[in-house]
DNA sequence: CAGCATCCGCTATGATACTG
DNA sequence: CAGTATCATAGCGGATGCTG
């Protein structure tokens, strides 16, 4: 997540760069650089989560930080911000009063909802196994 | 990255819940706290990187080194000590002079890189869209 | 209510030098 | 070669107050 200030996150560059280096889409082979520019892009928490939470419908900023326990306004409003930026989530603003505002996931965004949700399906998975392989590990270390 | 040891899974148990609760289309409702580890884990840069770099075969300490791109000493040191950690890769030392040391991933590792290639995929497939999203989304703010 | 702007601490990460 | 120890620093992310 990249900081608020004035103009647009600027140096989203990198990611830009190396995104640009792999060219085209058609089969992608272990590039290192596709890796990062990737989680540069949804691997933060909060990115995650509210994909997550979005995709179950349209929210609204207070709803999403009330249900996201723990994240600032500052993040919630920078993260929503650059998903909107990607076309990943819409912004809509309802004249009212007070004012009302929504946030949905783009039909774009669900398409990366369904690889971010396979991690996360990973991760669950072998969450057992991890925290054993850690356990073990750290024995072995403290027996020096 | 966190250091080893402990220093990670000691906090955000509120972000835990929302991700346990928004996987509920996925079948994620484990221990959040894990969870949120394994995503991070998962998620920093480097890490995945090297899963990726590695999944091709067996590497050494500097080849990796000069192959990942912009890595330091440090950080590599760091990251694969935390994959060895996991399970997700292992370290063979060849009693030799000079020493060599070589990483590998493991099977359970292998597992891993599915869907971390699945996500990469997704970067590939839709970079020129994301682009044009930002390129879009900056111009007209720039309108003010 | 939505959401910027400001101040600021923390820590993740890079650079460098040293060791076995 | 394969690391480790140390130092310095950028920028992530939280707290708070202000505005429309």
């Known amino acids: 997540m990249r900081e608020p200030g004035r103009g647009v996150m600027s140096h989203q ?11 085209h889409s058609a089969c992608i082979e272990h590039d ?15 990115s995650l989560i509210l994909i997550g939470l979005l995709d179950k419908g349209p929210m609204r900023f207070t709803e999403l930080l009330r249900t996201a326990p723990g994240i600032s306004r500052r993040m919630l409003s920078l993260t929503l911000r ?29 398409t990366l909802s ?16 991890i925290r054993a392989n850690r356990r073990a590990f750290d024995q072995a270390a403290g027996l020096d």
Request: no cysteine; proline share 8%.
């Open 82 to 110: 650059n998903l909107e930026r990607d076309g990943l989530v819409t912004r809509k603003v309802f004249p009212e009063i007070p004012p009302r505002v929504e946030y949905e996931v783009t039909p774009f965004g669900r």
């Open 32 to 46: 290192p650089d596709v890796l990062r520019s990737v989680l540069d892009r949804v691997g933060d928490k909060w």
């Open 114 to 129: 369904e690889p971010v949700l396979a991690l996360a399906r990973w991760a669950a998975d072998h969450e057992g196994t």
């Open 13 to 23: 560059t990198e990611a830009d760069r190396v995104l640009r280096s792999l060219g």
